[in-house]
């Protein structure tokens, strides 16, 4: 007999052992209807909120139970937001943990890690949905203790490689000086080599900055029109420079909810990806709207991305292995970082690409409602 036939005859098929496994695990798990009202609630999850089973069956979880809300107190409950109506509403579990503050019977908010998945009846309808919700409070101490190591010797070695590449500049710039061909050869090496030692900088910046803020969202009505040509507009220097033509097709009033600051970087960092590896040609961003959805596309005609790395290029520190790739500087952090924020708004990204053709990212976020 298989191990997973042994698993079904003996005990899956009891929902009895079912019950009493999620009644002593230490995490939070409570399970709603499809209105989002308590069916099931495990003394784990009276523990950390303070409420007795007694007390939240038959309610809806918004009715000041768990009522998640963002860092700055911003209610998920009536949003598209709200990890378990967007598990239902999509029929598939939530990718990653999201991170909320949900409120104690004491009035208080505890930051706590939430997991969602929906619950099928016998003929594949979703007839609820599952949660299961961890206090993360001291995890979150110590991620903030690490990002603000990580930035502070991010900003140390920066302010050295500044004033380095400074000097390099001026003595290329003959100022100091006539310099032979040899001489100029050497400095324009150096130079990039300290364009590519910023370029992995300003990543590790960026997962500091993603890191300290990973528990606290902002969210708000946000005019993504406006947000994603200020993006467009903060490449012009650097597309200039490698003389590559940025275009954008972006009408106004797009508007979504969600967290400003993050989409920002989100939409850099594909913007960024798109100049770095695109030596001619154009980069691209373009917005409309389909099925109540926002849908962005991020374009450009580089190196392009293998099918077979197409798979892998959102996981942490994943980088394409070839010449073309590694040549450019990279730390593989910056698509996860995107995947991550355009899961949390309750969005999807992927990528379509052919080596040498060029690479299309496109964003679905949800409107604002
Ligand atoms: P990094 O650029 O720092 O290596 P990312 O996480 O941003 O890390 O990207 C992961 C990998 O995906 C990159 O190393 C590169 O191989 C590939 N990639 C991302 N964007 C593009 C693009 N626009 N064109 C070609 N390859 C890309």
């Not at 963002?70 to 598990?87: A, E, F, I, K, V």
């Not at 910046?205 to 969210?219: G, K, M, P, Q, V």
């Not at 959805?293 to 790395?309: L, N, S, W, Y």
Request: hydrophobic letters at 35%.
């Amino acid at each position: 007999m298989s191990g997973s036939g042994f698993l079904e005859d003996s005990f899956l098929s009891h929902s009895e052992n079912f019950k009493r496994t999620l009644l002593s695990v230490n995490d939070g798990v409570y399970m709603t209807d499809r209105e989002r009202r308590i069916v099931f609630w495990n003394p784990a999850s009276e523990r950390i909120t303070g409420y007795t089973a007694v007390e939240v069956l038959g309610r809806k979880c918004s009715d000041n139970i768990l009522s998640h809300v963002d860092m700055n107190g911003h209610s998920l409950c009536d949003t598209r937001l709200c990890p378990l109506y967007q598990t239902m509403e999509k029929g598939v579990p939530g990718e990653s943990p999201v991170v909320v503050r949900a409120r104690r019977s004491d009035g208080t908010r505890v930051a706590a890690e939430v997991s969602v998945a929906p619950l099928f009846g016998d003929d594949g309808v979703v007839i609820g949905g599952v949660e299961v919700f961890r206090d993360i409070t001291e995890k979150q101490k110590l991620a903030e203790i690490k990002s603000r190591f990580l930035s502070g010797v991010t900003h140390e070695l920066k302010n050295p490689l500044t004033i380095m590449q400074g000097f390099i500049e001026l003595v290329l710039s003959g100022d100091t000086g006539e310099i032979n061909q040899l001489q100029r050869e050497f400095l324009d090496s150096a130079r990039e080599e300290g364009d590519r030692f910023k370029r992995i900088l300003d990543d590790l910046l960026d997962f500091a900055r993603y890191e300290a803020t990973e528990y606290s969202y902002n969210l708000r009505g946000i005019d993504l029109s406006s947000m994603l040509l200020q993006v467009a507009g903060s490449c012009s220097a650097e597309a200039s420079r490698k003389k590559i033509a940025v275009n954008t097709n972006i009408p106004g009033g797009i508007f979504i909810f969600g967290d400003g600051d993050r989409l920002h970087q989100a939409f850099a960092n594909l913007m960024g990806n798109a100049l770095k590896y695109t030596e001619k040609g154009s980069v691209g961003i373009t917005a409309g709207t389909s099925d109540g959805h926002a849908v962005v596309v991020v374009r450009d005609t580089g190196i392009g991305i293998p099918v077979e790395d197409q798979g892998r290029i959102f996981d942490q520190f994943y980088r394409v292995g070839n010449d073309l790739t590694l040549k450019v500087g990279g730390t593989g952090i910056g698509l996860s970082i995107v995947k991550k924020i355009i899961d949390r708004h309750g969005g999807e990204i992927g990528v379509r690409s052919r080596p040498g053709a060029g690479s299309e990212f496109t964003v679905t976020l949800p409107l604002k409602a």
